[in-house]
């Protein structure tokens, strides 16, 4: 399992990933699940993935070497693309493809055909924009109403960005907000852990503000998941009983 969220603020892009892909008492492995695309001062493009590991990969593979064919095609690679719209459309192609090609002998083998993809990014002439592609290829875009997409297992990491994400945060919030998000989910579920991807995009800069890999014993990190887990206690403690008689 995994945990992936992306952020489309009004300042830019941000996106968060773990990179557990398998999990229990005596087996533990990692994957890095972030992709970058990019084209100095022209596109960039970042892709989250969870899922089936083998079906996710896969489709990069197919992204990744329609951008190695490079013949230019707007409708062919990502670094050709004239919107972000249609780059979001070429992933949900390159998903359909692994279906046809992969889901009859998976179902056959017992394994479900499982894919859930955000792409984000910015194609000069346009601003930044925020898709979530599912597994049948099809795909919606983020709006003021609902700015972030999360994929994998999300409900432990969701609290905390409904109370504190609207469009207007700004990005250093957002991602201290995205690493609490992920954190509240990695104490809760064994199956998400670090390291974590976190990559912040600053809106008509085509290139990251910062992309850090978190790392287990990561000074920053250590110390924000101990000051937010003290600080709940704190507020705990300064909470109004309630007016019942509880005996």
């Known amino acids: 399992m995994t945990y992936c969220v992306a952020m489309a603020l009004d300042q830019g892009l941000v996106f968060a990933a773990d990179s557990r892909t398998n999990a229990g008492v005596d087996h533990i492995s990692t994957c890095r699940k972030m992709r970058v695309w990019q084209r100095e001062d022209e596109r960039m493009m970042v892709l989250l993935s969870a899922g089936n590991l083998a079906v996710t990969q896969a489709v990069v593979a197919i992204l990744d070497q329609h951008v190695r064919d490079g013949d230019g095609d707007p409708d062919h690679s990502l670094l050709h693309v004239t919107s972000m719209h249609t780059a979001a459309r070429l992933v949900g192609q390159a998903v359909r493809q692994v279906y046809h090609q992969d889901a009859k002998a ?32 099809n795909f919606i875009e983020a709006t003021p109403e609902t700015p972030y997409f999360q994929i994998g297992e999300t ?16 990005l250093v919030r957002a991602a201290k907000c995205a690493l609490l998000s992920l954190d509240s989910t990695v104490r809760s579920n064994v199956t998400v852990g670090l390291p974590i991807d976190l990559l912040v995009y600053r809106t008509d800069t085509f290139r990251p503000a910062t992309h850090q890999l978190i790392k287990d014993h990561d000074a920053y990190f250590e110390d924000l998941r101990y000051r937010w887990g003290q600080g709940l206690k704190d507020l ?5 009983d309630p007016p019942w008689d509880i005996r």
């Open 106 to 137: 998976l179902k056959e083998a017992g394994v479900e055909f499982t894919a859930s993809l955000i792409l984000g990014g910015q194609i000069r002439g346009e601003a930044p924009r925020l898709f979530m592609i599912y597994a049948a290829g």
């Open 155 to 170: 409900k432990y990491g969701k609290p905390i960005i409904d109370r504190v994400i609207t469009t207007g945060t700004d």
């Open 236 to 240: 705990f403690q300064v909470l109004p």
